[in-house]
């Protein structure tokens, strides 16, 4: 006989059936009400965040092409005020070899006056009177003594200026470099983007660094050394214009006398040409000794560098073996034998590069000396050139004035001297 199944466990109505519907229903629309809130707000916050980074990002890179701008704008004020003080420098230096030949020039006319002196003190009887020539004699002696002095007092001036207008520049040149790196530095800010790939979390960003200055300190900073250099230069325009004008006084009023006898000037020569050409030869022996050497420091060089790559194979070799698996792991011959050339090439190595230090330390020691050589044989062809002149201007008892008064071109900061008669045709020596 059939019987009817039913399913265990408990049953609901049907109004609970309605009522979970109608809870599940309203579960569903309160949490898409919540989703869609929750939308809203995310979309609201994405515009403003989105918004606000953008125009974050545009007043920056506004302030950072303004700041470049700002920067370049002083960069180029003191490439010219550099300019400027490059070509005042070169001006005075220019000038002040000028009072320098001019004072050397000094020293030959005082010569000349104590030589003529001299002589004349040899006179004898009768002879020996106080004639207006001695009386002149005298006369230029004094002249030329406070000439002398004023232009060495000119000279000491100018050296003095000249190291204002190089402190000057320094701070000009120091300032112009620490632009131009700002410069770069905010060039490759204002480049970067999202998409560059050298962009990254950095550890505290927002520090103050030391040393941070505000604005109006930069401004003033770059302004005093601008004024700085311009009063520095208006110094030296000034004490440019007084060395030329007292060069030009001084000459006017100093005649030149013949010189010491030609029996001085060629012993002198002879004893100066005698020197120069021991030091001539001792410069050529000093110079084949330098080339052997360097030649030599060139071979150990080498020689260092292969047993240095010789060492780094033995390293690698040791290294290598020292993968070997188990038992393989063998202090064998060859273990033995690498470790003994490590130790070999290490004290080859030392002694290598103690030698090249001793070489190195022979070859500055070389060049020192042929320095001092080459600086000597500069002073003696120098010695030689004045001597040259002398016994030609010994021929006249006049030295033009324009020969010693420069050229100059006050407004562009340009000299231009003209050669004497005397200095053209005379032989350059080395």
């Given at each position: 006989m059939a019987t009817l199944s039913v399913k265990p466990g408990q049953r609901?109505?049907?109004?609970?059936?309605?009522?979970?519907?109608?809870?599940?229903?309203?579960?569903?629309?309160?949490?898409?009400s919540a989703s869609h809130q929750v939308r809203q707000e995310a979309r609201a916050l994405r515009n403003e965040t989105n918004n606000q980074a953008k125009w974050d990002e545009h007043d920056n890179r506004t302030r950072l092409a303004d700041r470049i701008s700002s920067v370049n704008r002083w960069k180029e004020t003191l490439d010219k005020c550099l300019a400027d003080t490059d070509a005042e420098i070169e001006a005075l230096s220019k000038v002040k070899e000028a009072a320098e030949r001019a004072l050397q020039a000094k020293n030959l006319r005082l010569d000349v006056s104590i030589e003529c002196l001299t002589l004349r003190e040899s006179r004898r009887a009768i002879d020996v009177v106080r004639d207006p020539v001695e009386e002149e004699l005298h006369r230029e002696v004094k002249v030329i003594e406070?000439?002398?002095?004023?232009?060495?007092?000119?000279?000491?001036?100018?050296?003095e200026q000249l190291c204002l207008l190089q402190e000057a520049r320094q701070q000009l040149s120091w300032d112009h470099r620490c632009k131009t790196e700002a410069l770069e530095i905010d060039n490759v800010c204002l480049s970067l983007n999202v998409n560059c790939p050298n962009i990254s979390f950095k550890v505290n960003p927002t520090r103050v660094p030391n040393g941070s200055t505000t604005p109006e300190e930069w401004q003033q900073n770059s302004q005093f050394n601008k004024?700085?250099?311009?009063?520095?230069?208006?110094a030296s325009t000034e004490l440019r214009e007084a060395i030329v004008l007292l060069i030009a006084q001084t000459n006017n009023e100093l005649e030149a006398q013949r010189v010491a006898t030609?029996?001085?000037?060629?012993k002198r020569i002879r004893d100066m040409e005698r020197a120069y050409g021991e030091l001539k030869w001792q410069e050529q022996n000093t110079m084949e000794e330098i080339a052997e050497m360097e030649e030599d420091?060139?071979?150990l060089e080498e020689d260092l560098r292969r047993k240095v790559q010789d060492l780094k194979v033995a390293h690698t070799r040791l290294e290598t073996r020292?993968?070997?698996?188990?038992?393989?792991?063998?202090?064998?011959?060859?273990?033995?034998?690498?470790?003994?050339?490590?130790?070999?090439l290490e004290g080859t190595i030392r002694a290598l590069r103690q030698k090249l230090a001793e070489s190195q330390d022979a070859l500055n020691a070389l060049q020192r000396q042929l320095h001092r050589i080459q600086t000597d044989i500069g002073y003696k062809a120098n010695s030689l050139m004045l001597d040259n002149k002398c016994m030609d201007s010994r021929k006249k008892l006049v030295i033009p004035v324009e020969n010693f008064v420069p050229d100059l071109d006050t407004?562009?900061?340009?000299?231009?001297?003209?050669?004497?008669?005397?200095?053209k045709g005379q032989p350059e020596l080395a």
């Open positions: 609901f109505s049907v109004p609970d059936w309605h009522t979970s519907s109608h809870f599940i229903s309203a579960d569903a629309e309160n949490t898409r406070k000439a002398k002095k004023e232009l060495q007092q000119k000279v000491h001036e100018a050296f004024d700085r250099a311009e009063a520095e230069m208006k030609e029996f001085a000037f060629r420091i060139r071979r020292t993968q070997r698996p188990w038992a393989d792991l063998c202090r064998d011959q060859v273990q033995f034998g690498l470790t003994d050339e490590v130790h070999q407004f562009n900061r340009t000299m231009n001297r003209v050669p004497s008669p005397l200095e």
